[in-house]
């Protein structure tokens, strides 16, 4: 079992940044491939960034690519997004998730432990 808690959201303005941190408590975290994804009020979750458990893969959304940075820290089973560049249309709750595997996956339903999301609100 894993939990996961996520912090760091959020208002801030178009063009600034934000870094989400996402603690996690549980077994095997450094062999696990973790996933950050977001809500948008009306709209389906959809992938933000993966990462694999050494760090050294990471996928990004084209939506997001150039923009963020997914990073973890194994010894303080931390992962961490960073955000710059913000846009009034990355408004919207923030998961991260972990997998039972260690392969990095953009599918939401390959995740089996999810946080209770943080709150990114960016003005225009």
């Known amino acids: 079992q894993v939990q996961l808690v996520e912090s760091g959201g959020g208002l801030a303005q178009a063009g600034g940044s934000l870094r989400l941190s996402c603690a996690a408590s549980?077994?095997?975290?450094?062999?696990?491939?973790l996933g950050w994804f977001r809500q948008a009020p009306g709209k389906e979750r959809e992938f933000v960034s993966t990462?694999?458990?050494?760090?050294?893969?990471?996928y990004y959304a084209d939506s997001v690519k150039g923009r963020c940075t997914i990073s973890r820290d194994n010894a303080k089973r931390t992962v961490y997004l960073q955000v710059d560049s913000l846009k009034p249309e990355d408004t919207a709750v923030y998961f991260c998730?972990?997998?039972?595997?260690?392969?990095?996956?953009?599918?939401?339903?390959?995740?089996?432990?999810w946080g209770q999301g943080t709150q990114v609100t960016v003005s225009s």
């Open positions: 998730a972990a997998r039972d595997y260690s392969l990095t996956s953009a599918r939401p339903t390959e995740y089996a432990y």
């Open positions: 549980g077994r095997a975290f450094s062999s696990r491939a």
């Open positions: 990462i694999s458990p050494s760090g050294g893969t990471k």
